[in-house]
């Protein structure tokens, strides 16, 4: 069994930072990919950013130039720093990664169970 679990949302002004981090836990042999998504209220769930096992990243628009994606692969986490924030970064973020549980298994999607950000104006 795998867990992906979140910490790090919150509550936060215009203009100011938060930083997510997201574990992964359980019978693991590899991760490959490893992504933070979005999901704001009556929106289809977004892709924010990415990274893969070497460290290659990849931004959403919307978030270029202020969000940093990185990983710790010794540790099976993903982090999100988030600087500059908008009333519009508000949303549930959800950390995902493919996991192969055996090796004898192909990679698979799991996902966390979401951390609220929520940006005041």
């Known amino acids: 069994q795998v867990q992906l679990v979140e910490s790090g949302g919150g509550l936060v002004q215009t203009g100011g930072s938060l930083r997510l981090s997201c574990r992964a836990s359980?019978?693991?042999?590899?991760?490959?990919?490893m992504a933070w998504y979005r999901q704001a209220p009556g929106k289809q769930r977004e892709l924010v950013s990415s990274i893969t096992t070497g460290g290659r990243t990849d931004y959403a628009d919307s978030v270029k130039g202020r969000f940093t994606i990185s990983r710790d692969n010794a540790l099976s986490m993903v982090y999100l720093q988030m600087n500059s924030l908008k009333p519009e970064d508000t949303a549930v973020y959800y950390c995902?990664?493919?996991?192969?549980?055996?090796?004898?298994?192909?990679?698979?999607?799991?996902w966390g169970q979401g951390t609220q950000v929520t940006v005041s104006s």
């Open positions: 995902n990664a493919d996991i192969q549980t055996a090796w004898y298994r192909n990679y698979a999607a799991f």
């Open positions: 359980g019978t693991i042999a590899s991760i490959n990919g």
